[in-house]
């Protein structure tokens, strides 16, 4: 069933099994843990005022012909980009946090166009394959997105590091599909998640074709491992009665997403190699990105 609001949205979380690791020990169930929740919660406000605010918070889709979550909508309009804006803020208005699925819309959209073009220049049907997966995450209600990569020595390129996983990259190509092996860092809501769409975080040469590379994994897929956490201060949010809390029901999350030779289908990816693209995806992912904290 489609999720509906912030309570289907967390029961859809539970049991998933996911390998999530906190200060060294694993998490058996995400969705209780006392740190994780107000992350969870804050997701589930998007949700929530999608049903409280339909005019604000959802949008016709032109995949599906219904309303859809603006989260996993097309802009298709500069009104579209501009009500997306208005969504934005008033979820900080009611959260005071990060609500974590910016990554995922930003990455559908500027992806839209990026896939559009390749496959207009060279013949591919990405673009296809991205309207398959948008038209899914529509209908069911979804969230998920990936960006930054762990990039090591920053003077080098993905190609020229010590250790070849800092990126993402394939380690191999087999009839079905893709190989991925690497690490994603700061991944925003990724546990929160039910897919992750892995990209390219910068401008790539021909030698960096295995990290030109984009696709979509299930969060629940048994190659990712999840590492919560990223500051010094992650500890405080269980010293209850000690100090200030701050803002205790809603929170933002990171983690670092280690990927073990994670298969993906070809019907799942939507770059392969198409290294003078990377630059493109990169400027138009960031530009919406920024453009949702004006």
Request: with cysteine; hydrophobic share 40%.
């Amino acid at each position: 069933m489609p999720i509906r609001n912030g309570a289907d949205y967390i029961a859809s979380l539970r049991g998933r099994g996911l390998r999530v690791f906190y200060m060294g020990e694993k998490v058996e169930e995400q969705v209780d843990h006392p740190v994780i929740r107000p992350s969870i919660n804050a997701v589930a406000a998007t949700y929530d005022l999608a049903v409280a605010d339909p005019e604000l918070a959802t949008a016709r889709s032109e995949l599906t012909g219904e309303r859809v979550n603006r989260f996993a909508h097309v802009a298709g309009s500069a009104d579209d980009v501009v009500m997306q804006n208005h969504m934005q803020r008033r979820l900080g208005q009611l959260t005071g946090t990060c609500f974590q699925r910016c990554v995922g819309m930003d990455a559908i959209n500027s992806l839209w166009s990026v896939t559009f073009e390749m496959d207009r220049d060279n013949g591919t049907d990405y673009h296809a394959r991205l309207r398959t997966l948008v038209e899914h995450v529509q209908r069911e209600n979804l969230v998920g997105g990936a960006m930054t990569d762990a990039k090591g020595d920053r003077s080098r390129g993905p190609s020229e590091q010590d250790d070849p996983d800092l990126f993402v990259r394939v380690v191999r190509r087999t009839e079905r599909g893709l190989v991925l092996r690497g690490a994603k860092m700061h991944q925003t809501g990724c546990i929160n998640s039910h897919w992750l769409v892995v990209m390219p975080t910068m401008r790539l040469t021909e030698a960096d074709r295995d990290y030109a590379v984009v696709a979509a994994v299930p969060v629940d897929d048994p190659g990712l491992t999840f590492v919560y956490g990223r500051q010094s201060c992650d500890m405080q949010a269980l010293e209850d009665g000690t100090i200030d809390q701050g803002n205790a029901r809603f929170g933002g999350q990171e983690a670092m997403v280690v990927l073990d030779d994670v298969e993906v289908p070809f019907e799942r990816v939507f770059m392969d190699g198409e290294t003078n693209y990377a630059a493109d995806l990169v400027e138009r992912f960031t530009t919406f990105h920024r453009r949702s904290y004006v």
